[in-house]
């Protein structure tokens, strides 16, 4: 098992959003910021007007697990991403797909009773 977060840079000025995954925060966020960054969310970065929104974490199986719910996201949102987390290699997400979707589903109902 491993802790992770899912996220989402949301742009203030244009409205397009980047989702991410990562299992350390703040190096992430200082990915997303150096200069050297090539990934389109430098776009919104380079704006200096967004919000950066943790929309899970949790324990994940593993970190093809993290990434298969960060491509949910992706495919099933509008955003800015050019590629899908799983782009050369979808299988565990195909192979995974109704255990993840038991999972994501858990997962909310936890936060509809946190909320509560």
Do not use: P, V, W
Not at 82 to 92: C, H
């Amino acid at each position: 098992m491993i802790y992770g977060y899912i996220y989402k840079l949301y742009c203030m000025d244009t409205g397009e959003c980047y989702f991410g995954s990562t299992t350390n925060i703040k190096k992430r966020i200082y990915k997303h910021r150096n200069t050297a960054n090539d990934c389109i969310s430098k776009n919104i970065i380079e704006r200096n007007n967004y919000i950066f929104l943790i929309l899970q974490e949790g324990k994940y199986i593993n970190k093809n697990h993290l990434i298969a719910i960060e491509d949910n996201y992706i495919q099933k949102l509008d955003c800015i991403n050019l590629q899908r987390s799983f782009s050369n290699d979808n299988d565990y997400y195909k192979k995974n797909k109704e255990k993840i979707k038991e999972l994501n589903k858990k997962y909310r109902e936890a936060q509809k009773l946190k909320s509560l």
